[in-house]
């Protein structure tokens, strides 16, 4: 399996290596920038060479990117859109030059305008970036829907695929999120898995974000709580581990922990395999 979770890379994309391997992790995310603003900082060579060093000496990875949360292609506004199309180019260029192979972002607002034009404005602004010429997987990010979050349907997400020019598009699953935006995770994960098979294809599920809730089933919120001490329990996961096509993509953990959690959370999650 490929279990990591989300850490800095201020200190080198090399040392991020070497921090999760010390934490039984063998994969990790990072945000390209700051994720609640729009700064980043520069990337030399010799970063770039060593942290290919360490994913073929390690056989590490594949590494994930989440793009940050102010970006919202869906916006009523159209220089936060604007915005958000550059914020995303700059990114996209990062993780060329890295060789990153996995993109991941919260798919957008749409502010009081409706969904189906705040779906549109997302398609729109990503037709206008992506180009073959990128080899990494676009993300999707499965959300909760509180406000006017969009992405929390599967037919939505599946909507926003079939209409990008960009083929190399897939879906990160949130346990968290699915469970909140009302699909049974807990009581009927077969009957989840086989709904988003028929809409969107279980290949299509490139990422897997595991989180726990803080909330109830069909909350609407966004709450992350440590693996098994919340509403989706440790079962939960179990089903997740053990479904066969999970096996080989990377899981991220995002729960409210330090490192040593994560340790803990990780060899919990290898526990579970059966």
Do not use: W
């Not at 990875?61 to 180019?89: D, F, Q, W």
């Not at 997302?122 to 073959?132: A, T």
């Not at 926003?160 to 020019?165: C, E, G, P, Q, T």
Request: charged residues 25%; contains cysteine.
């Amino acid at each position: 399996m490929k279990i990591g979770f989300h850490i800095t890379t201020s200190k080198g994309f090399h040392y991020a290596i070497n921090e999760s391997i010390k934490y039984k992790a063998n994969t990790f995310q990072f945000f390209p920038r700051n994720p609640r603003g729009s700064k980043s900082r520069k990337i030399k060579n010799d970063e770039i060479s060593k942290f290919n060093e360490g994913l073929n000496k390690y056989n590490f990875g594949p590494v994930v990117c989440h793009g940050a949360y102010t970006m919202n292609l869906a916006s009523n506004k159209e220089s936060v859109r604007n915005n958000s199309i550059e914020l995303m180019k700059d990114d996209f260029e990062r993780i060329k030059k890295l060789g990153v192979e996995n993109y991941v972002f919260h798919p957008g607002s749409h502010v009081g305008q409706g969904e189906k034009t705040g779906l549109d404005f997302i398609i729109e602004g990503l037709n206008s970036i992506l180009d073959e010429d990128y080899k990494f997987t676009l993300c999707l990010e499965t959300m909760s829907g509180k406000g006017t979050e969009l992405g929390y349907d599967f037919k939505q997400l599946k909507y926003i695929m079939d209409n990008l020019n960009y083929k190399k598009v897939g879906i990160c699953m949130d346990t968290c999120h699915i469970f909140s935006a009302g699909y049974n995770i807990k009581n009927k994960f077969s009957y989840v898995m086989e709904e988003f098979d028929n809409i969107i294809g279980i290949n299509n599920i490139k990422i897997l974000h595991f989180n726990d809730s803080k909330t109830e089933f069909n909350s609407r919120k966004d709450r992350h709580e440590k693996i098994g001490l919340g509403s989706l329990g440790i079962d939960t996961f179990k089903s997740f581990i053990n479904y066969d096509y999970f096996t080989n993509i990377p899981i991220i953990l995002e729960t409210p922990n330090d490192l040593e959690g994560y340790k803990e959370e990780i060899e919990l999650l290898y526990s579970l395999k059966e």
